[in-house]
């Protein structure tokens, strides 16, 4: 989690292709040997940071659809959202993602499997 979240920090301050494991590593304080370990790149680190991204949005939005609010409650929530979404730094994560896989098809993939997953 500390990993995770440095790497997010990171992602956020200097963009993705900016980005060095060796940063996150500095920022989480651990070994960057340990970035490797578990993660084995950088790329799949920005991908674990998105997919945790993505598991705690698909949540928040479950609930909301899920509850017995009327649709303009729902909708004004939604509206809410997504202001939390660009404020918190996700839109700029996504975005981060999807501009890094114009020139890497493999995390491109990655990306859309994050995006459209069921």
Avoid: C, M
């Avoid at 960057?32 to 950088?42: D, E, M, R, V």
């Avoid at 939604?78 to 493999?106: C, F, H, K």
Wanted: hydrophobic residues 45%; glycine residues 6%.
């Amino acid at each position: 989690a500390t990993i995770l979240a440095a790497a997010r920090d990171r992602l956020l301050a200097v963009g993705y292709a900016n980005l060095s494991t060796r940063a996150v590593a500095e920022e989480a304080e651990v070994p960057l040997s340990q970035i490797h370990y578990h993660f084995g790149s950088k790329q799949q680190l920005i991908l674990e940071v998105l997919a945790g991204e993505n598991a705690r949005h698909l949540e928040r939005q479950e609930g909301l659809f899920a509850g017995d609010q009327p649709l303009w409650r729902q909708w004004g929530q939604a509206v809410a959202y997504l202001d939390d979404d660009l404020q918190s730094g996700y839109v700029r994560v996504l975005n981060e993602l999807i501009a890094a896989g114009w020139s890497d098809p493999t995390l491109a993939a990655a990306v859309r499997e994050l995006i459209y997953a069921d």
